[in-house]
């Protein structure tokens, strides 16, 4: 006996996926080297397939003082680019001094922009270069004051100096005498 099934497709929608790189909210200078986790998952949750390029960029702005002109221009400069093919979420660690070439936490503001593409659709997704802005820094305390929002000549006033770390942990601090 022989079976024939036909079946109709009407309409075919695409799985739609999201792409996402986590970094650290604060990364700190001296820890030498900070972890981005990359990702794309259908929405149903299941992990898409495909290449990812991470580029980290520095904006540097460059001012051009003509006699009858001043003006400025900002110029992309390439640090770092790694593709990675990807399955599920994977880390990639950067290394502050060998692959973005910073000297100090203060160096350059750097971003990171990043590209995917699925295997199966072809389909790109690219991430938004200003929410991905690195927080690098020298310490990981900082000093945080509170007090009134405004003040008056001869009337007293009350203020806190704190001294917090971004991580959350508790601060050590050592009195010499």
């Keep these: 006996m022989y079976t024939k099934l036909f079946t109709v497709v009407s309409k075919y929608d695409v799985i739609n996926f999201s792409f996402k790189v986590d970094v650290p909210p604060v990364i700190i200078f001296s820890d030498g080297s900070f972890p981005l986790t990359i990702s794309a998952t259908y929405d149903y949750g299941k992990p898409v397939r495909g290449q990812v390029v991470v580029e980290c960029l520095a ?18 400069t390439l640090l770092f680019s790694r593709t990675l093919n990807i399955s599920s979420p994977t880390t990639l660690n950067v290394d502050i001094a060998r692959d973005l070439k910073l000297n100090g936490p203060f160096d350059s503001d750097v971003f990171v922009e990043a590209t995917f593409t699925s295997e199966y659709t072809g389909e790109t997704a690219n991430l938004s270069l200003f929410s991905t802005y690195l927080a690098i820094v ?8 509170s007090g009134p929002s405004f003040y008056k000549s001869d009337i007293p ?14 601060v050590r601090i050592y009195f010499i005498f």
Excluded: A
């Design 59 to 76: 904006y540097v702005e460059e001012f051009n003082f003509d006699f009858f002109d001043f003006s400025s221009t900002l110029r992309k």
């Design 157 to 170: 006033f009350d203020f806190e100096i704190f001294i917090k770390t971004f991580d959350g942990k508790p």
């Design 138 to 145: 020298e310490f990981n305390q900082f000093i945080s004051i």
